[in-house]
């Protein structure tokens, strides 16, 4: 499995991602994005330092992504959505874990942080098989931290 950064000829992919009913139930807005919306956030998430949008890649074939939003405080919002044709192959826990890696190689790794909808029991697990500790509950959703001591350290779980 690859990593590379993010580019604009991904939006179109990222888009019917994003907007598959499986992933629209699974997020935290539970609704769709429109293409001009769409189009306008990768543009400014391309361009942004405080985000980072990676591609997870097998073999030419586009398995998913992993983005990093970072906040005031420095530490990092971790999302994942797997291409549709690839779930269920038991890969997201390794293109996690490896976005991970790449995205914060070696021993400066900040704090990550998630919120997860209860409603989602695959990605809670995959998010604790890769060393995040569930915090607490907020209106179905779950948060989940991993500090910066802890976690995948170059493995894939």
């Not at 405080?50 to 097998?58: G, K, P, S, T, V």
């Not at 990092?76 to 790449?102: D, H, T």
């Amino acid at each position: 499995m690859e990593f590379r950064k993010a580019v604009g000829e991904d939006a179109p992919d990222l888009l019917v991602w994003r907007n598959d009913p499986d992933t629209i139930a699974s997020s935290l807005t539970g609704k769709g994005v429109a293409p001009a919306d769409h189009f306008a956030w990768i543009a400014r998430v391309l361009a942004s330092p405080d985000y980072i949008l990676l591609m997870a890649e097998q073999a030419g074939e586009k398995l998913g992504m992993v983005r990093f939003d970072r906040d005031d405080e420095g530490e990092w919002e971790v999302s994942i959505n797997l291409n549709p044709a690839a779930r269920g192959r038991g890969l997201a826990a390794c293109v996690l874990a490896g976005a991970i890696a790449a995205a914060f190689p070696g021993q400066g790794r900040p704090t990550l942080v998630a919120w997860v909808k209860r409603s989602n029991p695959a990605s809670w697990r995959i998010f604790q098989r890769c060393g995040f500790a569930h915090q607490g509950d907020e209106d179905g959703v779950g948060y989940f931290r991993l500090a910066p001591s802890c976690g995948v350290g170059g493995r894939m779980p």
